[in-house]
């Protein structure tokens, strides 16, 4: 839902990269709906609560993504190193503990799956703060002291799981690649365009 308040609205359309002002601005503005059972937060607190969950849903829709391109790059080294000429004892081993350091992570990011299937419950991850500003404002009166609770906890466990991803994205990935490039593996997705 919107901050009651006073907004502005532009209507523009945009045809081969320019764009044209068909209305506007026009001004409008958004009143309160009617006074829930739970008394009003400010609207201050509201539009607070909604950045840090929108910025709280975008870092870890950035994590999920680099955790399972890395996954994804684990995966085609391990694929590559069964094709390399003069494979590593050492690289199969560094390659497979990259590996389950990673699956480690998605579990600890969005739970364990084998549970799922079951109907077992996980543990709480950051993953549960997936849909929390919906949740949050999609009522009259903002987000609760629970709400809050649950945005501190999940940000908290995206940035510990983000300390152990960071060195494994900056740092180890790039090594392997570079040793696994030296057993004569064959070119990866990633590893751009091949030099010859």
């Known amino acids: 839902m919107a901050t009651p308040g006073n907004y502005t609205v532009t209507l523009v359309k945009r045809v081969d990269g320019e764009n044209t002002v068909l209305q506007g601005p026009d001004s409008f503005r958004v009143e309160p709906l009617f006074d829930g059972s739970l ?30 391109r890395s996954q994804q790059t684990v995966d085609a080294m391990l694929r590559a190193f069964d094709k390399a000429t003069s494979p590593s004892d050492d690289l199969l081993k560094r390659l497979n503990d990259t590996k389950i350091a990673l699956l480690d992570i998605d579990k600890e990011l969005n739970g364990d799956a084998i549970k799922g299937e079951i109907g077992e419950r996980s543990n709480p991850t950051a993953s549960d703060g997936n849909s929390l500003a919906r949740n949050a404002l999609g009522n009259t009166y903002g987000p609760t002291d629970e709400h809050n609770g649950l945005l501190s906890r999940v940000q908290s466990q995206l940035k510990k799981l983000k300390a152990k991803l960071l060195p494994i994205v900056n740092s180890t990935l790039p090594v392997l690649e570079s040793d696994l490039k030296k057993t004569g593996a064959p070119w990866i997705e990633g590893q751009g365009l091949i030099d010859n």
């Open 39 to 68: 008394p009003r937060k400010s609207f201050k607190e509201m539009d607070a609560f909604r950045d840090a969950a929108f910025a709280f849903q975008q870092d870890l829709t950035a994590t999920n993504i680099a955790l399972s």
